[in-house]
């Protein structure tokens, strides 16, 4: 019930409301008179005290039901000398969109009530604007940096920061304007090296030893219990380690081989994504999406160019539209294919679960080549439409012949084939059920999303919470498990790929109907330039909720800020609280069945 009218009677005449953002919102202004409208042109939400952050969040989580703590954003507002953050809140049992809370509190001295004690959720992302911004959250039980090194100088998401190879604000930068003499700003560097140092600085070799507090933060002594006595042993899983899907690493601390306490840690992969956008124009940021889940690359276009369409106040033609859900969906099943294969070569099925898959896969990645050039990072999405239509041919077989046969034939036939070797398996079975359990509860407070919230009984699905594009008018069921383990997220990603193609049939006929139609509202632009204002764009992504906040002057070409909330990143947060009292072997097994992207996580 996204958009539908409330009555709430004030005296004797009724106020409607026409959503439950909007209600709640007022219930806010009532309780906590110094609530304030950000009055900013095409701005939306509240701005609320540093002091009432925590009563605001606490009445508005119990008593109005906005229990979703979903995005949490860092920004500067250097020319105020304010720093901001921006928290957008959903209620998962109303759907709809965000109650929007905003926190400004003075650029010199930046600390804001931290919101981990009512959601857990927080933790990752406060750490990140601590990190890239420098402020501080009072009260977050682990205020460290999260992607860049304990030791890095300053805050390289303020706009003042500058990074040794600097060359100009924004993008087209001069030196490389057609014509011109090109100079690299490597050439500018004293050393040639992407590098600065601090002022002052001189190495004493202590620096190498930055990482002590975090060992003592999962250092557990000796058990004073009777009995066999053993060691507890802090070791690392990662990061260049087969299981830990890319350049990641678990600080783990095991009572034999028990897990005891666990801590996340990222960043080897981190090339300041944000950064790079809000140098870059709008349209150049589109192949930068593509390396975020580099699994899903479609999916990413489609919630960055939902978000810049707002801001330009555009929408896509239908043919488009459907072209855009047919890619999406596609994208959904080559996800879950490579995300169950290596959930089940994690568990010890070396390979082989995933080669009955594999075909399949690489026909979808054939049809992505041949409609936008590239299999993986497909850049394809435009500001109003598509790069391309759909070709006329794929494997020499007409398009639509080829699609009819992948959606109704092939696809089916995989799958039927894969669940007999797996799903009922006895040893899959017993490696996955019971195994890295989270509940409904624990889920929604550390804003875990897609499969890993769905497989806790939750059924929350953005498509349907808050439909975009054309999913208002499909017919698909949402895929909720209700045990909360390995097991149930392996059932919704195959259940997933079901409701995919399910979806996809109800597409063709429309793609049929289009033929011939435009792709594109109006001529491509390569140099927009947008209304101005803030938007946040979400999509449900094969991961969960991939959102985008993005803000922009009136007129600008280049993104004031330009935010990713990753699911890959933020699901990692419940990871030591489905891991503890767990094994070794399961922890690999626990890690693959939350389906992360490095690319995604560190951005």
Not at 119 to 136: M, S, V
Not at 398 to 416: C, D, G, I, K, S
Not at 465 to 476: C, E, R, T, W
Not at 527 to 554: D, H, I
């Amino acid at each position: 019930m996204s958009e539908t009218e409330m009555v709430m009677e004030a005296g004797d005449a009724p106020v409607v409301y026409a959503s439950p953002p909007e209600e709640a919102l007022a219930d806010l202004k009532e309780r906590f008179p110094d609530i304030r409208d950000d009055d900013r042109p095409d701005y939306s939400g509240v701005i609320v005290e540093a002091d009432q952050l925590l009563a605001v969040a606490m009445a508005l989580r119990e008593e109005l039901g906005f229990n979703y703590l979903s995005s949490v954003t860092g920004v500067d507002l250097i020319k105020d000398n304010k720093l901001e953050v921006v928290y957008h809140v959903y209620s998962i049992e109303k759907g709809g969109g965000p109650v929007v809370l905003k926190v400004q509190i003075d650029r010199d001295n930046p600390v804001v009530p931290s919101l981990t004690p009512y959601w857990p959720g927080a933790d990752f992302q406060e750490r990140e604007i601590w990190d890239l911004f420098g402020i501080k959250f009072d009260g977050h039980p682990d205020l460290r940096r999260i992607l860049m090194w304990e030791e890095f100088q300053g805050f390289p998401m303020r706009k003042d920061w500058r990074e040794a190879f600097y060359e100009e604000d924004n993008k087209p930068f001069g030196s490389r304007w057609p014509g011109g003499d090109v100079i690299r700003a490597e050439e500018l560097n004293r050393y040639g090296k992407n590098v600065t140092y601090p002022d002052g600085w001189i190495p004493t070799g202590e620096e190498y030893e930055v990482e002590t507090d975090m060992y003592g933060e999962v250092a557990v002594q000796r058990d004073e219990t009777p009995g066999l006595k053993t060691d507890k042993v802090t070791v690392n899983m990662g990061p260049q380690h087969p299981s830990t899907h890319g350049v990641f690493r678990m600080v783990v601390t095991l009572d034999g081989e028990t897990i005891v306490a666990l801590k996340p840690v990222m960043g080897y992969l981190h090339r300041n994504h944000e950064k790079i956008g809000e140098r870059n124009t709008f349209i150049q940021n589109i192949p930068y999406t593509d390396r975020l889940d580099y699994l899903s690359s479609m999916s990413n276009n489609h919630g960055y160019v939902l978000a810049v369409e707002k801001l330009l106040d555009i929408e896509p033609p239908e043919r488009a539209e459907w072209i855009r859900i047919l890619m999406v969906e596609l994208t959904r099943i080559v996800n879950h294919a490579w995300a169950l294969g290596f959930l089940l070569n994690d568990i010890g099925a070396l390979q082989t679960p995933m080669l009955y898959l594999y075909i399949e896969r690489e026909l979808i990645l054939d049809f992505f080549e041949a409609a936008a050039g590239s299999r993986m990072m497909c850049n394809y999405m435009r500001f109003g439409g598509l790069a391309f239509d759909l070709p006329e041919r794929v494997r020499e077989q007409p398009t639509m012949a080829y699609l009819n046969e992948l959606v109704y034939e092939r696809l089916p036939t995989a799958m039927a084939e894969f669940e007999r070797l797996i799903t009922g398996n006895e040893i899959a079975k017993a490696r996955m059920q019971g195994v890295g359990y989270l509940s409904a509860e624990d889920a929604i407070a550390y804003s875990a999303a897609g499969p890993l919230l769905r497989a806790s009984g939750v059924a929350y699905d953005v498509r349907r919470a808050q439909p975009y594009s054309y999913y208002d008018q499909l017919d698909f069921n949402v895929a909720v498990r209700y045990n909360g383990d390995i097991y149930d997220r392996y059932l919704v990603r195959v259940d997933e790929i079901y409701e995919s193609i399910k979806i996809i049939k109800q597409v063709l006929p429309h793609l049929e109907a289009t033929e011939g139609q435009p792709i594109m509202t109006g001529k491509p632009q390569y140099a927009v330039r947008v209304n101005g204002g803030e938007v946040y764009s979400r999509v449900e992504n094969p991961k969960g909720e991939l959102g985008y906040y993005v803000t922009a002057q009136r007129r600008a070409s280049n993104p004031d800020r330009y935010h990713i909330r990753a699911p890959s990143f933020i699901n990692l947060t419940a990871m030591e609280k489905m891991s503890i009292g767990h094994k070794v072997a399961d922890l690999v097994a626990i890690l693959g069945s939350i389906d992360i992207v490095l690319g995604e996580v560190d951005r």
